[in-house]
Structure formats: C-alpha cells, structure tokens
C-alpha cells in the first residue's frame, strides 16, 4: 500500500503561477511512474502529466508548454508546477502512483487549485 499526500493547492489569478507536491510513502518511490490527474466540476478526470521511472514524460495538450512535472526520487516526491494558470485550469488535482506491470493506481486525496479573477 502505497499512501500519497499532495500539498500546494489554492486559489490564484489567471496569469499566475502554483506549485503541487505529492510525497509517497515506499521506499521504492523510484520504480513508480507518477502522475497528476485532475477532475473539474461536471467533468471527467483527466491525466495532466506523468514522469516515469527512467523520466519519461507525457503532458496533456492542455498544458504543454505551460506545466512541468518532475521527481526527486531521494524524497519521494513528485511536483508539478503550473505557469501562465487559466480558469479552465480550475479541478481538483490528484497525485497518481502506478508500479510497473501493475494497472492498478494509487491515488492521493486531492487538492483544489482555483483559478479565477
């Protein structure tokens, strides 16, 4: 069992800028591909991005260009960083962990980012 905690979330004006982290609990965080999902009212979820274990990135089209997702495996913990936020950006913000040649995901509880004027 793999535990996730995402930080960071909040409110913020369209332009600007926040920061996720999500820290897992294993001591093998290095051989999970992570990722960030989000779920906006009335919508489904959808991947943002994901880092595997050798770094291997995919980012949602939505978002290309404007977040960047990253790892340091010594901390067991998975970023995401969000420039030039737009209101369609608002969600819910999950922190995924999915072990090689498993399909199961671990997620973490969620965090809210708003963005709105």
């Known amino acids: 069992q793999v535990q996730l905690v995402e930080s960071g979330g909040g409110s913020v004006q369209p332009g600007g800028s926040l920061g996720l982290s999500c820290a897992a609990s294993?001591?093998?965080?290095?051989?999970?591909?992570m990722g960030w999902y989000r779920q906006a009212p009335g919508k489904q979820r959808e991947l943002v991005a994901a880092i595997s274990s050798s770094e291997s990135i995919n980012y949602a089209d939505s978002v290309k260009g404007r977040f960047t997702i990253s790892r340091d495996n010594l901390k067991n913990t998975v970023y995401l960083q969000m420039n030039s936020l737009k209101p369609e950006d608002t969600a819910v913000y999950y922190c995924?962990?999915?072990?090689?040649?498993?399909?199961?995901?671990?997620w973490g509880q969620g965090t809210q980012v708003t963005v709105s004027s």
């Open positions: 294993t001591r093998i965080f290095s051989i999970y591909t």
């Open positions: 995924t962990a999915r072990r090689p040649g498993v399909t199961a995901y671990y």
